[in-house]
């Protein structure tokens, strides 16, 4: 069956990187692109671009054009968010998922705190 | 870009009432639009996509309807596992969520 499985949670201090992953099985990997997702403490879920899986080329949405990078390594079906110069307002549960959002990850908690 | 306004951001009910969640799209979104319910520390589940195609699985109580830029989930007759959070998600051009209708039991 299908599955998207992420990295494991994250606890970071302000300024460093971090870089999580996403596994896709049950489907050829580089049929369908990578959309993510952020999700805050109690808020509400937030777009943050995509990646062809065929090209490697990433699109962000406007509030992660800066120090968010998307990336792949399509021999091990797998897609990485990586983000950099970490602040706290990063701190979010961050989702992978396939074009149309039917099938997502289980998603990542990253905490950003010195 | 496309914003979406979703109604009401909290709602209480009894079990077997019937729930309706409203979202409004700022331009037309030709009825790309789906329904999601997240429950606390889950992934987000698709209940319907295309304004009005229930996904596999989800119980028909769950439906959706509605057209141009106004859209509504409806839940026939609320259960008590429906305690969630409903988003909405507009794909007709690019992608965006309504900010959420939380659910509760009266």
Same mark, same amino acid.
């Given at each position: ?5 992420? #990295?494991?949670?994250?606890? !970071? ?15 050829? *990997? ?12 109690? !808020? ?12 490697? !080329? ?14 792949? @390594? ?14 706290? @307002?990063?701190?979010?549960?961050? *989702? ?17 705190? #010195? | ?5 979703? #109604?009401?951001?909290?709602? #209480? ?73 409903? *988003? ?19």
């Amino acid at each position: 069956q299908i599955q998207l499985v992420q #990295s494991g949670p994250e606890l !970071k201090k302000p300024g460093e990187s971090l870089k999580i992953s996403c596994k896709a099985s049950g489907y050829t *990997f580089t049929d369908y692109a990578m959309q993510w997702v952020k999700q805050a403490p109690g !808020k509400g879920l937030q777009y943050m671009g995509w990646i062809n899986t065929q090209t490697g !080329k990433p699109t962000y949405a406007d509030d992660f054009k800066e120090r968010f990078v998307f990336s792949l @390594e399509t021999s091990a079906s797998t897609a990485y968010l990586q983000i950099n110069n970490l602040k706290n @307002e990063d701190t979010a549960t961050y *989702f992978c998922a396939r074009p149309k959002f039917h099938y997502w990850g289980q998603g990542v908690m990253v905490t950003v705190s #010195s | 870009d496309i914003q979406m306004t979703q #109604s009401p951001s909290f709602l #209480s009910a009894t079990v077997g009432d019937r729930v309706t969640i409203n979202c409004k799209a700022s331009q037309n979104i030709n009825k790309y639009l789906n329904w999601y319910q997240q429950k606390l520390g889950e992934a987000p589940k698709r209940l319907i996509y295309n304004t009005n195609s229930l996904q596999t699985g989800i119980p028909s109580r769950f439906s959706g309807s509605g057209s141009g830029t106004d859209y509504t989930l409806t839940i026939s007759s609320l259960q008590p596992e429906d305690v969630a959070t409903y *988003f909405c998600l507009q794909h007709n051009s690019g992608y965006t969520f309504g900010a959420g209708t939380k659910l509760e039991l009266k």
